[in-house]
């Protein structure tokens, strides 16, 4: 009896385990029943059976193979991920801004919602932001409310483990360090809550769907309301033992921190003292301007070449608001990085500008589904429907 339950077991799991390699290759792109055990290697009547489950617990859906079809005949049915089943919320909860994004399973982009905070707004407040925010991307998604399955964040300062925002060395966000983050967010929204740096994030989003895509060895460059940097080694973010890695501008040395210094000074020209304001007069010609963007340059430039040193990475991504600037700021801060650094470095815009943490927040969100969906598949007695994908695993912080 023992080896016969044993047995069973053993058939069950790797039906489950067939089913989710299945379910993986059509996230993939469509397939046919014959192309997909050719892919799987497995019988057409197996094929048969896992394509019959997945219909029916609603995680592909049919399409007639009928496009440009020329043989007479009917047509080969061919499945696809249904990947409307299910969606996820990135928020960026920054100094000037939080910004949520709403996605479906194949990370589509559905909705994007933006609010404008201060400074000095109060943690409290940056909380209510992201609830309203990310209320108003899931109503223009066209969902319910609650219709996310997972949340993720992305935060300045060092995060830990927990979620909760462990230091933070910038201007503004009083009380920000400290802060659980995770805790918070998850009593609000009653759904999974991942929490990552927003640094890392960004450098994710890039690699995802961004400029560094193919690249494995990169520095990101978040430049915004601060700088920092984060780093991929081999293909994955590095965190470091405290998840502090890449936050060298609170190193006055490197000259990130007094970057914004030459923005602020523009007032005093009769210019306005933004970023955007300066790259427009820059371009314009405008002596001030040009002054200001000379020594804003300089000031990005030494750290960036001190992290092209230490890394050697296949490629720099320039992001965070910085990046709004165009050539107008990759040409001086290319052109001081490469002195520095003594020779050519290969330093690149970010292709997601502002959206780059809130869509690396997504990517965050989506792989903790496909891990609890692994999971899941490998405990459950079938595999799992879309609604139970993520079972009773609490979410990490960590970015895959």
Same mark, same amino acid.
């Given at each position: 009896?023992?080896?016969?339950?044993?047995?069973?077991?053993?058939?069950?799991?790797?039906?489950?385990?067939?089913?989710?390699?299945?379910?993986?290759?059509?996230?993939?792109?469509?397939?046919?029943?014959?192309?997909?055990?050719?892919?799987?290697?497995?019988?057409?009547?197996?094929?048969?059976?896992?394509?019959?489950?997945?219909?029916?617990?609603?995680?592909?859906?049919?399409?007639?193979?009928?496009?440009?079809?020329?043989?007479?005949?009917?047509?080969?049915?061919?499945?696809?991920?249904?990947?409307?089943?299910?969606?996820?919320?990135?928020?960026?909860?920054?100094?000037?801004?939080?910004?949520?994004?709403?996605?479906?399973?194949?990370?589509?982009?559905?909705?994007?919602?933006?609010?404008?905070?201060?400074?000095?707004?109060?943690?409290?407040?940056?909380?209510?932001?992201?609830?309203?925010?990310?209320?108003?991307?899931?109503? %223009? &998604? +066209? =969902? @319910? $409310?609650?219709?996310?399955?997972?949340?993720?964040?992305?935060?300045? #300062?060092?995060?830990? !483990?927990?979620?909760?925002?462990?230091?933070?060395?910038?201007?503004?966000?009083?009380?920000?360090?400290?802060?659980?983050?995770?805790?918070?967010?998850?009593?609000?929204?009653?759904?999974?809550?991942?929490?990552?740096?927003?640094?890392?994030?960004?450098?994710?989003?890039?690699?995802?769907?961004?400029?560094?895509?193919?690249?494995?060895?990169?520095?990101?460059?978040?430049?915004?309301?601060?700088?920092?940097?984060?780093?991929?080694?081999?293909?994955?973010?590095?965190?470091?033992?405290?998840?502090?890695?890449?936050?060298?501008?609170?190193?006055?040395?490197?000259?990130?921190?007094?970057?914004?210094?030459?923005?602020?000074?523009?007032? %005093? &020209? +009769? =210019? @306005? $003292?933004?970023?955007?304001?300066?790259?427009?007069?820059?371009?314009? #010609?405008?002596?001030? !301007?040009?002054?200001?963007?000379?020594?804003?340059?300089?000031?990005?430039?030494?750290?960036?070449?001190?992290?092209?040193?230490?890394?050697?990475?296949?490629?720099?991504?320039?992001?965070?608001?910085?990046?709004?600037?165009?050539?107008?700021?990759?040409?001086?801060?290319?052109?001081?990085?490469?002195?520095?650094?003594?020779?050519?470095?290969?330093?690149?815009?970010?292709?997601?500008?502002?959206?780059?943490?809130?869509?690396?927040?997504?990517?965050?969100?989506?792989?903790?589904?496909?891990?609890?969906?692994?999971?899941?598949?490998?405990?459950?007695?079938?595999?799992?429907?879309?609604?139970?994908?993520?079972?009773?695993?609490?979410?990490?912080?960590?970015?895959?």
């Amino acid at each position: 009896m023992t080896v016969a339950r044993s047995a069973a077991g053993d058939r069950s799991l790797l039906r489950r385990m067939n089913t989710g390699a299945a379910l993986a290759v059509l996230r993939a792109g469509s397939q046919t029943v014959t192309t997909l055990a050719a892919d799987l290697g497995l019988s057409r009547t197996a094929v048969e059976e896992i394509v019959r489950d997945l219909l029916e617990l609603g995680w592909i859906r049919a399409e007639d193979d009928s496009a440009g079809r020329a043989r007479p005949g009917r047509p080969a049915k061919r499945y696809v991920f249904a990947a409307e089943v299910g969606h996820v919320a990135g928020v960026d909860i920054g100094v000037h801004k939080v910004l949520a994004a709403v996605a479906d399973l194949d990370g589509r982009v559905l909705a994007i919602r933006r609010a404008d905070v201060e400074e000095s707004d109060t943690v409290q407040t940056r909380f209510a932001a992201a609830r309203r925010v990310l209320e108003e991307a899931v109503a %223009e &998604a +066209g =969902l @319910e $409310p609650g219709g996310v399955w997972c949340v993720g964040v992305g935060v300045p #300062g060092e995060v830990d !483990a927990e979620g909760t925002v462990t230091r933070y060395g910038g201007v503004g966000l009083p009380g920000w360090a400290g802060t659980d983050i995770r805790g918070e967010l998850s009593a609000a929204w009653s759904v999974p809550v991942l929490v990552e740096s927003d640094n890392n994030l960004g450098l994710a989003a890039e690699y995802w769907r961004g400029s560094a895509v193919g690249a494995d060895d990169v520095v990101y460059i978040l430049s915004g309301n601060r700088t920092s940097a984060a780093l991929l080694i081999g293909g994955r973010v590095f965190r470091g033992h405290n998840g502090g890695a890449g936050l060298v501008g609170a190193l006055p040395e490197l000259g990130w921190a007094e970057a914004p210094d030459h923005v602020a000074r523009l007032s %005093e &020209a +009769g =210019l @306005e $003292p933004t970023r955007e304001a300066m790259f427009r007069a820059a371009t314009a #010609g405008d002596p001030a !301007a040009a002054a200001a963007l000379d020594l804003f340059a300089r000031s990005l430039a030494k750290g960036i070449a001190a992290m092209a040193l230490a890394v050697d990475p296949q490629k720099i991504v320039l992001g965070g608001g910085v990046s709004q600037g165009g050539e107008t700021i990759l040409r001086p801060v290319s052109g001081y990085v490469d002195r520095y650094a003594g020779r050519p470095v290969p330093l690149v815009l970010s292709t997601l500008g502002g959206d780059a943490v809130a869509i690396g927040a997504l990517k965050l969100a989506l792989d903790h589904i496909a891990a609890q969906l692994e999971r899941e598949s490998g405990t459950s007695p079938g595999f799992p429907r879309p609604a139970a994908a993520l079972g009773a695993v609490e979410a990490t912080t960590r970015t895959p």
